[in-house]
């Protein structure tokens, strides 16, 4: 990201002492994994906290434990922000980097703990205690400015608090003890509603309303797999990540496949900024995300099933896991689930490690392979060939746990709720310039002036929906509705106010974009750059009247030859405020000086995506400015 703001950010100063290698350890860790090379990411995860970094002689290790080349090992590491090829301090503090949170205070939040600490973000300090660095959006936006110290989230920090924390650190507290003096008397659970608040506003009927204990597995159980998929299909539940697919189609896909094993994967990886509903599911709903999955599992034949849980997450693991255990004791995962001969089905919990590209379905599934977290090319589709080359069920926390729900109360009762095309209810993760930032349960078919009413936000001179993949709205749409066929989205909904400078907004989305790009393909990891310079020239007055129609076409360019969705919705922040605030634009811009347009700095944009994904690129090498 653009002011040294990064999300792996590497460690400057005089190398620092860490605890030598010990190839026992390192044979430890991997055996605990089986030595299975698709558990990559579970043993760099583990060396990470048990050395502070991966280092060279790491590598080779467990590249001999896991059958792996040192390369293949390495792209790993590597792709992931939270590794680090360099050693970081026993305490990393990761600031929320999000533009909430700027708006919020966070320069003020970061300039106490480096004052403090003595260290600059993207800096360890030289006697290897405090590494500051920035990250992007951490799925605190309702409580913002956020940091995330070593596992331990902080919410609603201010100058003080900050600088109050920072001294404690200092002083050689934990950060544990900043949430509480007896944090290991804490349940899992009660450790994570001390650090962070589920801010529920309003609780709808499907899911944060009362919801009984199995009712929808106790359903499914006496039903054939394909009574329970037509169920689905029949309540019209579609994706709740922003996509939309028609679950019950999705899961009859996968169901048709005829192969050796069938898995089932929950996407718990929401990383759109703005977005924070699943964090509230994981920490009020748990069981009910793991019964709708073993529902999927009985719909859809599957004995596996993977939680892959954001890195930004890790301080709900531990609730998680218990959860996952207690279901086993139970009966509820394993063997012979409610007694039942042959319905066995367990999960186990993946934690990824920094990366929002994650979020695609085919670059989880690579990840949860042990792999960089790449998109997979399609066809094949997930429920065809997905994790491992098994057909694989992806749906993300609150479709599962609607699937739960419709199977408990029927598909009449869902597909009554919302409009037409929509049905059921969402629930809408609503930050910024508002009274009332969280999570809101409301059916389909709300105008954005009935949220922003609701949520105490009428002063809303601009309004994201969908986080920055989605689309930014002015005041003459505030009448459109929430809804698939009008404003779908993922749950994210973002308020600025007028005194708020919407290209600053989309500069710092473009830079998101860049930042968070795997690098794959040139017209997203050369693209954006482009059109994050092209935004950085609109700010300072450079443009002119051809720039606009140069953003457009360049906007088309990465759209339509992308690889994956990342690519073909990141110039949306761009394409939509040029639609909807046009005199934003017109108003920085001028006419070009006797019909000479000034041209970009291509090769500075290149350098800079270079050094981003870490690769070299050919493909640019002129300039298609002129």
């Known amino acids: ?121 993207g800096e360890t300090s030289p006697d290897g205690r405090f590494s500051l660095e920035y990250t992007p959006c951490i799925g605190m936006c309702d409580q913002a400015p956020a940091v995330m110290i070593n596992d331990v989230v902080l919410t609603s920090l201010t ?37 962070v608040d589920n801010n529920i506003r309003h609780a709808g009927e499907v899911l944060l309303g009362p919801v009984p204990e199995e009712a929808g597995l106790n359903k499914a159980a006496g039903m054939r797999p394909t009574q329970i998929i037509t169920a689905i299909e029949e309540s019209g539940l579609r994706g709740c990540g922003g996509a939309g697919f028609t679950t019950g189609r999705k899961w009859r896909f996968a169901a048709s496949e005829r192969a050796e094993k069938h898995f089932v994967i929950c996407n718990a990886d929401e990383g759109e900024p703005g977005t924070f509903k699943d964090r509230v599911l994981l920490t009020e709903r748990p069981h009910l995300v793991v019964e709708g999955m073993t529902i999927a599992a009985r719909a859809v034949g599957a004995r596996e099933g993977i939680l892959y849980l954001r890195g930004e997450y890790v301080y709900l693991r531990e609730h998680l896991e218990q959860v996952l255990e207690d279901r086993r004791r139970r009966g509820l995962l394993g063997r012979d689930i409610l007694g039942i001969k042959g319905y066995n089905f367990d999960v186990r919990l993946q934690l990824g490690a920094g990366a929002y590209i994650c979020g695609e379905e085919g670059a989880l599934i690579s990840s949860c392979e042990g792999l960089p977290g790449e998109p997979k090319t399609r066809p094949p589709f997930p429920v065809n060939r ?42 809408f993760s609503i930050c910024g310039d508002c009274l009332n930032p969280g999570i809101y349960e409301l059916p389909y078919g709300h105008t954005i002036w009935e949220i922003l009413e609701r949520v105490g936000g009428e002063d809303a001179a601009a309004v994201q929906v969908g986080g920055p993949s989605g689309t930014m709205i002015a005041r003459d749409s505030f009448h459109r509705k929430l809804t698939f066929d009008d404003l779908a989205t993922g749950g994210a909904i973002i308020i600025f106010n007028g005194e708020r400078n919407i290209l600053e907004i989309v500069e710092y989305y473009m830079s998101f974009f860049v930042h968070e790009s795997c690098g794959y393909c040139t017209p997203c990891r050369v693209g954006n750059v482009f059109l994050q310079k092209a935004i950085q020239k609109f700010r300072k007055g450079l443009a002119n009247p051809e720039d606009v129609e140069y953003l457009k076409d360049l906007s088309g360019t990465i759209i339509e030859t992308s690889r994956c969705g990342l690519g073909m919705t990141s110039p949306n922040p761009v394409l939509t405020t040029l639609e909807n605030f046009p005199l934003v634009y017109s108003a920085v811009t001028k006419p070009s000086k006797d019909g000479i347009r000034d041209t970009f700095d291509i090769q500075s944009a290149i350098d800079g995506a270079r050094k981003i994904a870490k690769r070299r690129s050919y493909i640019f090498d002129r300039d298609f400015t002129q």
Not at 5 to 23: F, I, K, Y
Not at 25 to 41: V, W
Not at 161 to 182: C, H, I, M, N, Y
């Open 1 to 121: 990201m653009e002011n040294g703001r990064s999300g792996s950010g590497g460690a400057n100063g005089p190398a620092r002492e860490v605890a030598p290698v010990s190839a026992d350890e390192i044979a430890r860790i991997c055996g605990a994994f089986g030595n299975d090379k698709h558990r990559m990411l579970d043993i760099l995860r583990e060396v990470q906290d048990r050395y502070r970094c991966i280092s060279a002689s790491t590598m080779d290790l467990i590249a001999a434990e896991t059958g792996l080349t040192r390369i293949e090992v390495e792209g790993v590491a590597s792709f992931y922000s939270f590794l680090s090829l360099a050693p970081k301090g026993q305490i990393t503090i990761r600031l929320c980097d999000d533009i909430v949170d700027r708006f919020a205070g966070l320069d003020a939040v970061a300039l106490a703990f480096e004052e403090v600490l003595g260290v600059a973000p």
């Open 159 to 195: 100058t003080e608090t900050a600088k109050s924390f920072a001294e404690a650190l200092k002083a050689g507290q934990t950060p544990e003890q900043l949430v509480s003096d007896r944090f290991g008397n804490l349940t899992p659970h009660e450790r994570a509603l001390r650090m």
């Open 386 to 427: 997905g994790y491992l080359g098994y057909p694989t069920v992806v749906n993300n926390v609150e479709t599962f746990c609607h699937a739960a729900r419709i199977l408990d109360r029927g598909a009449q009762w869902f597909h009554d709720m919302g409009t037409e095309g929509s049905h059921g209810t969402k629930l």
